[in-house]
């Protein structure tokens, strides 16, 4: 019920602010015309059904109200599960799940300062200027499908920023070890890519910009599960 309340005012809060929210989010799209050499160039978006800008300010402040209530949120997780655990298990699991949103944020902003804007940058690059012999095609994102992207890159990298943490903990109960994360390396290469053309529009920059930070947090994550995993003997010993 807390998490419950907690999350209604976090929407309540943010879609009084869902324009100015919006706003921000299409700070990537002014950095990708810059980037592009259309200065001159009026950033526009349209929307052509009549609720949509409003679903979208709705979605907006569900994501928004997510994000302000998840601390309250986790907290009632925590406190509902800490009580089932073993002292070390709480002093053990604790780390991780302060760990896990500040992984999550750091992914969203790789989105926001690097991905998105190489992203649109891409689409603008398709643009085709009007002559005599063509016509002339220009970007007109719709705000919806605008927040969309937004959402999908952001979500497609929180999740997989998520890596380290996954493979550290069950590095730490013993379902996986540094040398079969090392084994399985070449196969995890393939589907990193595999997932990123899942996940992500249908364009080169933004799947190779999720792929390749997949695999650098796999290499992280074997890296993390080497300092956690319980040597031989003492995993032998607990087993006894």
């Not at 324009?19 to 978006?45: C, H, M, S, T, Y």
């Not at 899942?198 to 792929?211: F, K, N, R, Y």
């Amino acid at each position: 019920m807390w998490a419950v309340g907690g999350f209604f005012i976090a929407f309540l809060i943010s879609f009084y602010f869902a324009k100015p929210l919006f706003n921000f989010l299409v700070q990537p799209f002014r950095w990708a015309v810059e980037w592009a050499g259309l200065d001159n160039r009026q950033i526009e978006l349209i929307y052509t059904a009549p609720q949509e800008f409003f679903f979208t300010q709705l979605k907006i402040a569900m994501f928004g109200g997510f994000v302000l209530a998840f601390p309250l949120i986790a907290a009632q997780i925590w406190k509902f599960v800490a009580p089932g655990l073993y002292k070390n298990e709480r002093s053990a699991f604790l780390p991780f799940l302060m760990a896990s949103p500040v992984l999550f944020l750091c992914g969203a902003a790789l989105v926001y300062f690097f991905t998105m804007p190489m992203v649109m940058w891409f689409f603008l690059s398709q643009e085709q200027m009007g002559t005599a012999a063509q016509v002339e095609i220009s970007l007109l994102p719709k705000v919806s499908e605008y927040l969309s992207l937004c959402m999908t890159l952001i979500f497609a990298f929180g999740l997989v920023f998520q890596l380290p943490v996954a493979t550290t903990l069950m590095a730490r109960v013993g379902m996986v070890t540094s040398q079969g994360l090392k084994d399985k390396r070449k196969y995890a290469i393939v589907l990193a890519f595999v997932a990123a053309a899942i996940l992500t529009p249908p364009d080169p920059i933004s799947q190779i910009g999720l792929a390749l930070p997949t695999i650098l947090l796999y290499e992280i994550a074997i890296f993390m599960a080497r300092r956690v995993e319980r040597p031989p003997a003492q995993s032998e010993e607990a087993e006894g």
